[in-house]
């Protein structure tokens, strides 16, 4: 009779997979990064407040079934050992090296926000229009002439464009950054100083003026002021 031969190297590497309860230990990383990402406040950079919640609770659902998994005896059966390495070795990077995008980057890459609806910033005075009113206005009136001269104060993150110039942006979110649309302002910055870094985060005193750009006559902001602030908690207008 012939004797069995030694394992192969694969049929160790499932054995040993089978006794680690690979998937089980799988769905509690995930569960584990989601509940960390809203714990660190990461959460607030990549969705909108609305959808907390459920991010919330599918990360508290993944943890009370991986760890009954885990604890409870279960038939053995066909694991898919290599997905489910991915997927503890993607999450323990996501925790331990989290990602640093560039908003600046994204924007430079994604279409103008529509901003349709009543410009509502219409009726506040200049100085209290936020950089989304002043947008939404100069969009939505066919002579922006009417603008010029008018205090400006306004605060976003720095977005170099694909011509090189630094303009003041926002980024609009419905959901998450996945259909993140920008609005921006160009700025004429001090001559004093030097310019902004992208990205940087600053709040710009000035006027509102109209400049023979490339593209024509366009409305931009005269910066006499030009304030560095920190990045805020949720960076992206809803």
């Known amino acids: 009779m012939n004797q069995p031969g030694p394992p192969s190297p694969w049929s160790r590497i499932r054995s040993a997979v089978a006794r680690w309860r690979l998937p ?9 990064t989601l509940v960390q990402c809203w714990s660190s406040g990461r959460l607030q950079l990549l969705m909108a ?11 508290l659902a993944l943890l009370v079934w991986s760890v009954t998994a ?18 503890v ?3 323990l990077l996501i925790v331990l090296a989290p990602p640093r995008g560039s908003l600046s980057t994204l924007a430079r890459h994604r279409p103008p926000a529509r901003l349709d609806g009543l410009a509502a910033g219409f009726a506040l005075p200049p100085e209290q229009r936020d950089l989304v009113d002043w947008v939404r206005l100069l969009r939505g009136t066919p002579q922006p002439r009417l603008f010029r001269g008018e205090p400006i104060q306004v605060e976003g993150f720095v977005l ?6 630094r303009h003041l942006a926002q980024l609009l979110v419905r959901c998450c950054l996945a259909d993140a649309t920008p609005v921006q302002l160009a700025v004429q910055w ?3 100083a030097p310019p902004p870094q992208q990205d940087q ?22 910066a006499h002021g030009v304030t560095a602030i920190p990045k805020p908690r949720q960076p992206f207008r809803t």
Do not use: K, Y
């Not at 089980?24 to 584990?32: T, W, Y």
């Not at 898919?80 to 997927?87: D, H, N, S, T």
């Not at 170099?160 to 110039?165: C, H, I, K, P, Y």
């Open 201 to 222: 985060w600053v709040r710009v005193e000035g006027e509102m003026e109209l400049l023979n750009t490339s593209d024509g006559m366009q409305p931009v902001v005269i």
């Open 190 to 192: 001090p001559d004093d």
């Open 49 to 59: 407040p609305a959808f907390h919640g459920l991010v919330i609770g599918a990360g």
């Open 89 to 91: 070795c993607t999450s």
């Open 160 to 165: 170099v464009t694909a011509t090189g110039e």
């Open 24 to 32: 089980p230990l799988a769905l509690l990383c995930c569960g584990v």
């Open 70 to 87: 885990l604890v409870v005896d279960q038939p053995r059966r066909s694991i898919p050992w290599r997905a489910a390495v991915l997927v």
